[in-house]
């Protein structure tokens, strides 16, 4: 084993954190629970073990733990690994989620009022981080895709034409891959942008994986973007709200980002969180393509089972994105995932015609096993039951139709605050400007932003959601019959 190699199989922050705990020292620091376990309620026993080993390491910024905002440690190494890893000029670790590192990303690269190129169809931290940078943006329209209606980015053609149009942007920012596992040109635009000297900055939330396995596709770094946001939970092994901002080139102001994410990200972050990272930045530096092998033969044997079976599988460029929809058309997405979570088989997500499933490293050969068996009743179910379909759920269309008036919008400022707004029936807002936020979660796209005009196509599409049992973050009326609307002669 050469020295590049074994420094690879260090994880520093789990190291340093471990070392601490065996000096058996005697806090008069922060957190109040001082490395023990706490009774929190009568009868614990095999849950006390867990908790002390999980409290041991969780520890505050002291002498010899290194310290998040300015590492020169255990945490300025592993960062260092993390960049190694992925092939990143510098990685800075994200306990806060792929939100904290989009957010930055944004409030790094523009003052409030210069303008940005954005892909319409990000998650709903972009356009907060717009709101809250207070730039200007120009949205552009995602194309869709032929087969399934999912909107996936917009186009290199649509792409040229914004940065003709708008050469004074600032950035340019995509989200690749969607909920789906569909992809974006990624190189092409990369390609256009640079001509221009122009950043691209990516919410690759859902590739960490990418890049790492012949069968998956290469990441956005590979592919020449200059920040790249990856969600480290949600395809690797890290734990929950752990993610890594990731830079390279010189186009992208790495020092602003920097202090950005001093802003944004907790002032007393998390070192059980951050040590998850590292591991699992160990573990995929180690182990390599062979870490998603057990994922890949399960998902490989999921499509060879469904193929006898009445469901459609979406055709995605991540392979452990697998997303079926009833070829029948009767159920919806989301009576799909509740036939599915009856049978113990708990999905990522619903929409109103797809069910979307996520493998990872923890993915084993038994979950295929149970995947197919409750597919296979749920098949034998609508069988025998053909008729008893929701007729809400009755010739479902497309999920992710995506049709506005224009490619490229004209300038918009997205406020952080909202003016008075009058709730109205859903069905009479074509033509009003929005009042609050429509989000389904997931996947946490907005469809509606306040101030943004309401179309009868973003209507109909609301509809559909909602008729299919989908759940919708922002709105006042959660059963989403009314929409609030600004108040006649009211602007944000």
Not at 26 to 48: A, D, I, M, W
Not at 454 to 468: C, F, N, P, Q, Y
């Amino acid at each position: 084993m050469n020295e590049s190699e074994k420094e690879q199989e260090k994880a520093p922050i789990y190291e340093m954190l471990i070392a601490h705990a065996l000096k058996r020292t005697t806090p008069f620091h922060v957190p109040g629970h001082k490395q023990r376990s706490q009774p929190f309620y009568n009868g614990l026993h095999e849950e006390q073990a867990a908790l002390d080993t999980l409290m041991s390491i969780d520890i505050t910024e002291l002498s010899g733990t290194d310290d998040l905002h300015d590492p020169s440690g255990a945490i300025a190494r592993a960062q260092e690994l993390a960049a190694d890893c992925y092939g990143a000029d510098e990685t800075r670790f994200l306990v806060g989620g792929s939100t904290s590192g989009n957010l930055a990303m944004i409030l790094g690269i523009c003052e409030p009022g210069e303008l940005v190129l954005a892909q319409r169809n990000v998650h709903k931290s972009i356009i907060h981080g717009l709101a809250l940078s207070g730039a200007r943006c120009v949205f552009l329209e995602p194309s869709v895709d032929t087969r399934s209606g999912i909107a996936i980015a917009p186009t290199a053609a649509t792409i040229s034409a914004a940065i003709a149009q708008y050469p004074e942007a600032k950035a340019i920012i995509l989200c690749s891959p969607n909920y789906y596992g569909m992809t974006a040109d990624v190189r092409t635009i990369v390609e256009l942008a640079h001509a221009a000297d122009m950043p691209v900055l990516v919410d690759e939330a859902h590739g960490a994986h990418f890049g790492h396995h012949p069968e998956l596709p290469q990441s956005a770094l590979q592919m020449g973007a200059d920040v790249v946001v990856q969600s480290t939970h949600k395809m690797l092994s890290s734990l929950t709200m752990t993610a890594m901002l990731h830079m390279q080139g010189q186009l992208a102001p790495r020092p602003a980002i920097r202090q950005a994410l001093r802003m944004v990200q907790s002032s007393s972050p998390s070192y059980p969180l951050m040590a998850s990272l590292d591991l699992a930045r160990r573990q995929l530096h180690t182990q390599g393509a062979a870490l998603f092998e057990p994922a890949l033969d399960v998902a490989r044997s999921i499509r060879r089972a469904t193929a006898g079976l009445p469901f459609e599988l979406l055709h995605a460029d991540d392979p452990l994105k697998l997303s079926l929809k009833d070829a029948s058309g009767r159920l919806s997405g989301v009576a799909l995932q509740d036939m599915l979570e009856r049978r113990g088989c708990l999905a990522e997500m619903a929409d109103a015609s797809y069910v979307v499933l996520a493998l990872g490293p923890g993915t084993r050969q038994q979950d295929g096993v149970a995947l197919i068996a409750a597919l296979t009743d749920i098949a034998k179910e609508l069988e025998e039951k053909p008729d008893e379909a929701s007729a809400a759920n009755a010739n479902i269309e497309r999920v992710e139709e995506w049709s506005r008036q224009a490619l490229i919008s004209e300038p918009v400022t997205i406020k952080r605050r909202i003016a008075a707004t009058t709730p109205v029936p859903l069905k009479a807002a074509a033509g009003r400007v929005c009042g609050e936020w429509v989000i389904p979660y997931p996947p946490g796209i907005p469809l509606l932003y306040p101030g943004e005009p309401i179309g009868e196509e973003v209507l109909a599409k609301l509809e559909r959601l909602r008729d299919a049992g989908a759940r919708f973050q922002g709105a006042t009326d959660v059963s989403l019959n009314e929409i609030q609307v600004l108040s006649e002669g009211d602007r944000l």
